[in-house]
């Protein structure tokens, strides 16, 4: 793991070794509107390999469409949006399914299929593969571990707490070990502690399978969380990096009214000259 | 003010009608085109098929029963009392079997598709679907439109028996009329012509039915006020496209049999 005192100059250098690297995601000039002003406008950034990139920002500035920009479920009015290296603003849909099995998508409210249990759901693509029910039933069960809720396996949805619902959504996520991961305000309207534990689990999930993510939050303590603190496999818990050190793989963005402000470390973030920005974390 | 207004719902309704068209085509192909989800549409099949029979077998009974007693009034008074069971089997297959059951379809499962699929859309299941590879329009929509149309068949014969049998009910217990003369007249009217042409309709209706109703819930906006009016539109456009899918085929065969 990549780990630097916040203070100095060197997270540069980290970030020009990184994008040596393809980005596994990369918009350019991206603007979409819905019958009004436009929801993004202009906005560039990339994901690179193995990084974890939190966009931050108030209720309503274009975060979740951003989002469902990044896996094609919503089209920009124009610019380009790259995913493992293909162009998928104007890819038809029928050749995005292939590349969407290659993602892990975390919705705000979970979004878990309410008349399947959740072995089906976080089975789910798993089902429509055809994959063996022995394999499913043990995969499943593993995912579960992951996130702690194994003994949820044959429950419906509808009898699980927020917080569970929310876990089990990344489970079914994180099944099929995917490329990248997209999360949408994971932590959203949950209690301090399950906000903590979900976000433990992206910790874990960062630090174990490296897999590179986008993570959309209001909520700068978890931002901050995602990059002060590491999972400790021994321990099988995340526990705080040393003292003065902070998560180099895990960079910021910015957006208000639908433009792009901040981009860059955390370093960089709370030295931001930006009015807004300044507002935002204070 | 009211001339923007009616301007904005003319280009509303011309942008559903081509949504509606291509949405209606890729539906269509996708019947031919694997993968067909077999369990889903035998699930369908349950829901939509075996779940109408009840109102099937009432509405076809009591319609067949109320048009024995409508016209055996009218048929007395010019002695023909006789051709009762020709008047209802006709009516019953060529026109009122295949249209009331696919309206009372309709009213139960267009509402039913389109409210369903609304409350996925609005707590974004059919975005999950796609985020997980699926196509939606094969996995919810081909199913619902492949059973609607296999189940709307044989509850239309369902029904046209049905109304058949509440014809002899009203003829023999309320007219006192001889019961062997009704069937018997039913049977001999009825030709293969009016036959195909009652058991052609349903597989138009079954199409709308299912494409409408997943049109319309698919294309909720407005969270769970925008369900309500998805399961309005659907029932509403169903119905009357039916109707009107109606008039046009009675038209072809009406052209083809002459």
């Known amino acids: ?282 | 003010m009211a001339i923007i207004s009616i301007e904005g719902n003319a280009k509303q309704l011309v942008l559903t009608v081509q949504e509606y068209s291509l949405f209606a085509w890729r539906a269509f192909l996708n019947l031919f085109r694997p993968p067909i989800y077999v369990v889903d549409f035998l699930l369908q099949s349950d829901i939509i098929g075996f779940g109408s029979i009840p109102i099937c077998v009432l509405s076809g009974f009591f319609t067949g029963g109320v048009l024995a007693l409508q016209s055996a009034a009218t048929l007395a008074s010019f002695g023909a009392t006789a051709v009762t069971g020709r008047f209802v089997a006709l009516t019953m297959f060529r026109e009122l079997g295949p249209v009331l059951t696919g309206v009372m379809v309709s009213g139960r499962n267009a509402s039913s598709m389109a409210s369903e699929l609304g409350s996925m859309v609005v707590t974004e299941q059919i975005d999950a679907m796609r985020a997980l590879g699926v196509d939606p329009l094969r996995k919810l929509v081909t199913p619902r439109i492949f059973a609607c149309i296999t189940m709307l068949f044989f509850l239309t014969i369902l029904s046209d028996f049905m109304g058949i049998l509440g014809g002899a009910f009203v003829t023999v217990f309320m007219n006192h009329q001889n019961g062997t003369q009704y069937f018997s007249m039913a049977w001999e009217s009825l030709r293969y012509p009016d036959v195909i042409q009652g058991l052609v309709k349903p597989l138009f209706s079954g199409y709308i039915i299912a494409s409408i109703g997943c049109f319309y819930g698919l294309k909720t906006t407005g969270g769970t006020q925008g369900v309500g009016r998805a399961t309005i539109q659907a029932v509403v456009w169903s119905s009357v496209f039916i109707i009107v899918a109606d008039f046009f085929v009675t038209r072809i065969m009406l052209f083809i049999f002459s």
């Open chain 1, 1 to 282: 793991m990549n780990t630097l005192p916040p203070s100095g100059q060197s997270g540069q250098n980290i970030v020009l070794t990184e994008e040596t690297q393809a980005p596994v995601l990369e918009f350019q000039h991206v603007t979409i509107s819905f019958e009004g002003p436009p929801v993004l406008s202009d906005v560039s950034f990339t994901v690179a390999p193995g990084e974890t990139r939190i966009l931050l920002g108030p209720a309503g500035v274009g975060k979740s469409v951003l989002l469902k920009l990044a896996n094609g479920l919503l089209r920009p009015d124009s610019g380009s949006i790259r995913l493992f290296g293909e162009e998928i603003a104007t890819m038809p849909e029928e050749q995005l399914f292939p590349l969407r099995k290659r993602i892990g998508m975390v919705f705000q409210e979970g979004a878990l299929f309410d008349s399947l249990t959740v072995r089906d759901n976080v089975a789910y693509q798993l089902i429509q593969q055809r994959v063996a029910d022995e394999e499913i039933d043990e995969r499943v069960r593993e995912a579960l571990t992951f996130v702690g809720l194994e003994e949820t396996f044959s429950l419906y949805p509808s009898s699980l707490s927020g917080g569970m619902r929310r876990r089990v959504a990344i489970a079914r996520a994180f099944i099929h070990h995917p490329e990248l991961l997209l999360y949408d305000s994971p932590t959203g309207g949950l209690d301090p502690v399950t906000s903590t534990t979900i976000i433990e689990l992206i910790v874990k999930e960062r630090d174990v399978h490296r897999t590179p993510s986008l993570l959309v939050t209001h909520r700068i303590q978890d931002a901050f969380t995602l990059c002060t603190h590491h999972f400790d496999k021994e321990k099988n818990a995340m526990v705080p990096l040393p003292k003065g050190t902070i998560d180099l793989g895990t960079t910021f963005l910015m957006l208000d009214e639908g433009r792009m402000l901040f981009d860059g470390s955390l370093h960089d973030l709370v030295n931001s000259s930006n009015d807004f920005v300044r507002e935002f974390l204070e």
